[in-house]
């Protein structure tokens, strides 16, 4: 496949063609803060960490630059102060509804929303309001703690296009097990393999095994 050729910080950058933004960063050794992302597995566009100015051709808004292609010519800058501030401020809208409870969690230190909250230098959440209220979803193998989801779709693309079972999806996520008064044993009411591929992906403590 042919490459193009770009600008990203200045660095003359060359990827194949059809590359996204990002991953002519990466193939480059520029680095871009992302989250939703997930490489082969979910291409959203959900989360905008991955936020990017595009100088060339001059793009009014902010570009997601896992979900725009790179061009031949293109100039992108990854870490203006726009840029940063609304990195930040993606970041803190998704904190506002997450419980906080991440020294409890056990997903503390082992986590990509955590560790992406330091790298971005987040130290307050400046968006306090309503939170989300969820019953948490236990199975015999996997525990779903809605109250922790950002939104990401990894467990949704992972159990459709990997595992092809498409037992999660956006509005209906439940594994809905429930002890069957007969045999005292947890039944599925789902047909989740509890393969445990969601709990790999999942950036943060929503999905644990139980
Ligand atoms: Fe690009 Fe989430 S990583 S939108």
Do not use: E, P, Y
């Given at each position: 496949m042919a490459d193009i050729k770009l600008i990203i910080n200045g660095k003359d950058c060359v990827a194949p063609k059809g590359s996204t933004i990002l991953q002519a960063a990466e193939l480059n050794g520029i680095h871009i803060p992302k989250l939703c992302y997930l490489e082969g597995i979910n291409k959203y566009?959900?989360?905008?960490?991955?936020l990017v100015e595009q100088m060339l051709p001059p793009a009014k808004n902010l570009q997601a630059s896992c979900m725009v292609e790179a061009q031949e010519g293109m100039i992108i800058e990854t870490n203006t102060q726009r840029v940063r501030d609304a990195r930040r401020t993606m970041y803190e809208l998704l904190l506002s509804n997450h419980a906080q409870d991440c020294l409890a969690?056990?997903?503390?230190?082992?986590c990509e929303f955590q560790a992406l909250g330091r790298e971005l230098g987040?130290?307050?959440?400046?968006y306090e309001g309503e939170r989300a209220e969820y019953p948490i979803d236990v199975s015999e193998s996997i525990t779903r703690n809605p109250n922790k989801c950002?939104?990401?779709?990894r467990c949704i693309s992972v159990c459709k296009n990997?595992?092809?079972?498409?037992?999660?999806?956006?509005e209906d996520r439940g594994f809905r097990t429930h002890i069957s008064p007969a045999f005292g044993l947890p039944i599925g009411a789902?047909?989740?393999?509890?393969?445990?591929q969601c709990v790999e992906v999942c950036p943060v403590g929503a999905l644990t095994e139980t």
């Open positions: 566009g959900a989360c905008r960490i991955c969690c056990v997903r503390n230190q082992d987040i130290t307050q959440c400046h950002i939104l990401c779709r990997i595992q092809t079972t498409a037992v999660l999806g956006a789902s047909s989740c393999a509890f393969c445990g």
